[in-house]
Nanobody, 123 residues
Framework: VQFAESGGDWVQPGGSLRLSCQGSGFAFRTSDMAWARQAPGKGLEWVAGHKSDGRTYYSESVKGRFTISRDNAKNTLFLQMNGLKSEDTAVYYC??????????????????WGRGTQVNVSS
C-alpha cells in the first residue's frame, strides 16, 4: 500500500488549499478513506472521512469549511480546505479507515498511512 500526497503549502488566513492523495497497491474503490492531521506539539486529529458508499464525515473543527471527495477512477482522495485558520496549521495525512459509524457518529481507525503534507496558515 502506498500513498502520494500533495497540495500542502503556505497560505494566508482565509485562503484555500486542495490536498490530493493518490493510493496504490490496494482496492481503493472499496476502501473507506480519511484525512487526519497533527499540529505541532499536539496529538492526531481526525479531520474528514469518506466511506466507499459515499457517506462523508467531518470533525466539528472543520465542518462547513473543508470538503472531502474522491475520484475512484484515479484512486485519488481530495480535501478541499476553505476559510483556513492559523489553527489549521498541521501535517495532513491520508489513510485507509478501518473504523465504524455508530449512533450516527464516525469512529475512525487508521490502517495504512501516507507520509503527510505540510499545511501552514499564517500572515
Amino acid at each position: 500500500v502506498q500513498f502520494a500526497e500533495s497540495g500542502g503549502d503556505w497560505v494566508q488566513p482565509g485562503g484555500s488549499l486542495r490536498l490530493s492523495c493518490q493510493g496504490s497497491g490496494f482496492a481503493f474503490r472499496t476502501s473507506d478513506m480519511a484525512w487526519a492531521r497533527q499540529a505541532p506539539g499536539k496529538g492526531l486529529e481526525w479531520v474528514a472521512g469518506h466511506k466507499s458508499d459515499g457517506r462523508t464525515y467531518y470533525s466539528e473543527s472543520v465542518k462547513g469549511r473543508f470538503t472531502i471527495s474522491r475520484d475512484n477512477a484515479k484512486n485519488t482522495l481530495f480535501l478541499q480546505m476553505n476559510g483556513l485558520k492559523s489553527e489549521d496549521t498541521a501535517v495532513y495525512y491520508c489513510a485507509t479507515d478501518f473504523g465504524y459509524v455508530g449512533g450516527g457518529r464516525w469512529h475512525p481507525c487508521g490502517g495504512s498511512w501516507g507520509r503527510g503534507t505540510q499545511v501552514n496558515v499564517s500572515s
